[in-house]
């Protein structure tokens, strides 16, 4: 399911002993009260203060419209190609098919990330209750998994257009598009649900302060008064079932793919089957490598500046370049949005 640099002159948030004076501040409350003798899994933290990205407050109006701006090219990007798909006729298949819905939860991933941020770049309030941290935590890995799994049925897709093209429409039929999406889905709503309940019975206790600008699982892991064992391994079986498996059969596809497409005689044809798939590649190894970098270094939970790079990675870089990748190396799809943008009938 790591090229990103930031301005010299931005200063990120160090671990939590420096955190401003305000944040540790008594007169700002953020704790129930706390039973000790219970032995109960009971949460004391009703809510969380998310640090976000700077503490400078010269800086947050820049990083704002940064990200602002990055957030309406994302959903204006990925709303172009889905007008594009929808109008055009020669767009209805498969492929495009899946890219549509691949723009769809580009859309949701950045929404449920990027607008509370930018809420909380403006306002002095950093807080965020216990129930809206999950939430998030909820869909975004929602989403993200079932992008994971998106990536895997396109894969599958070239696969058997280019290895196993006398068959492909019987395969690939409409019905069959929409039990890949549903099982897409299903897979990670359980994984979602999974993470969200088995953390939400953690206790937290204090420090409420959270080194991230949205909530995530190993952030959250340093909190926690209890122990985390039992977490971190369900995030490691996650990690297989959302990465390892998804990723080791898009790679067979593809060892496919590359060995039917050497086979083709004519230059011509391996460049337009190459170039069908390299799209989708290039998408493949960001997600991916951003993804396991994320969550696969189990042994150090706790949340890092490096950690918010990755973090800008996987909720704005990834879904903001998708339509830009897919729109420059693929003709159709260029058609499709200049007729788009200029009102003219679609090609029949």
């Known amino acids: 399911m790591d090229h990103c640099s930031f301005p010299p002159q931005v200063s990120f948030l160090p671990p939590f002993q420096q955190v401003p004076a305000i944040l540790k501040s008594d007169a700002w409350p953020r704790q129930g009260p706390v039973d000790l003798e219970s032995g109960q899994n009971r949460t004391s933290v009703t809510e969380f203060i998310l640090l976000g990205l700077t503490d400078r ?21 990925n709303l172009s190609i889905l007008a594009a798909i929808v109008v055009e006729p020669k767009l209805h298949t498969p492929m495009y098919f899946f890219l549509g819905n691949l ?23 950093l807080s965020i209750s216990f129930a809206s941290c999950f939430s998030q935590l909820f869909f975004f890995h929602l989403l993200a998994g079932v992008d994971c799994h998106l990536l895997t049925a396109m894969a599958y897709d070239r696969f058997l257009a280019i290895c196993r093209p006398l068959t492909y429409a019987t395969r690939m039929s409409r019905a069959i598009q929409g039990s890949l999406i549903g099982v897409c889905w299903t897979i990670s709503f359980c994984n979602a649900l999974t993470h969200t309940v088995a953390l939400s019975m953690l206790s937290f206790c204090g420090p409420n302060l959270v080194n991230h600008f949205y909530c995530d699982v190993p952030p959250l892991f340093g909190l ?46 391996r460049k337009k089957a190459f170039s069908t798939c390299t799209s989708h590649l290039t998408i493949v190894c960001i997600f991916y490598g951003t993804g396991f970098f994320s969550y696969m270094r189990l042994g150090s939970v706790n949340a890092s500046d490096k950690d918010k790079a990755i973090g800008i990675l996987n909720t704005i870089l990834s879904p903001m370049l998708n339509p830009l990748i897919y729109s420059l190396r693929n003709p159709d799809v260029q058609g499709a949005l200049r007729r788009v943008f200029m009102g003219q009938r679609p090609m029949e």
């Open 103 to 125: 723009s769809l939860l580009d859309i949701g991933c950045i929404t449920v990330t990027v607008p509370p941020m930018l809420v909380q770049l403006l306002s002095q309030d």
């Open 57 to 77: 407050q010269e800086l947050k109006p820049i990083l704002f419209t940064v990200f602002l701006l990055a957030y309406v090219a994302t959903v204006g990007g």
């Open 224 to 269: 926690s008064c209890s122990s985390t064992s039992l977490n971190e391994k369900l995030l490691f079986v996650g990690a297989v079932f959302m990465g390892v498996v998804p990723l080791t059969l898009i790679s067979t596809s593809y060892a496919h793919v590359a060995a039917a497409v050497l086979r083709i005689r004519s230059t011509e044809g």
